[in-house]
């Protein structure tokens, strides 16, 4: 079994800085890209920031700049570290693992975690 646990969320004052953690635990052979994702009141989710097993990064346009995603393959954790954050920065968090279990037949599966609110005060 796979778990994907985040850490880090909370509030903030506009400008300030969080840095969200996900770790992955679990039968884990490898871990492919590993992502995060937010969800404000009554919008979708959306895709924040992604990294790929070999480090390239992309970003949804409106948190370029701002913030950073880094993963540590030795401790299977993904971080976003956000600046400058801002009111419209307000939503749930989730990190997402894109995930090659030990036994999972050479079969890569999508892993979610359970959400971390962030909450930006104007």
């Known amino acids: 079994q796979v778990q994907l646990v985040e850490s880090g969320g909370g509030l903030v004052q506009a400008g300030g800085s969080l840095r969200l953690s996900c770790a992955a635990s679990?039968?884990?052979?490898?871990?492919?890209?590993m992502e995060w994702y937010r969800q404000a009141p009554g919008k979708q989710r959306e895709l924040v920031a992604g990294?790929?097993?070999?480090?390239?990064?992309n970003y949804e346009d409106s948190v370029k700049g701002r913030f950073s995603i880094s993963r540590d393959n030795a401790k299977k954790t993904v971080y976003l570290q956000m600046n400058s954050l801002k009111p419209e920065d307000t939503a749930v968090y989730y990190c997402y693992a894109r995930v090659l279990p030990k036994y999972g037949l050479g079969q890569e599966y999508d892993y979610w975690g359970q959400g971390t609110q962030v909450t930006v005060s104007s």
């Open positions: 679990g039968s884990i052979l490898a871990i492919n890209s």
């Open positions: 990294i790929s097993s070999g480090g390239s990064t």
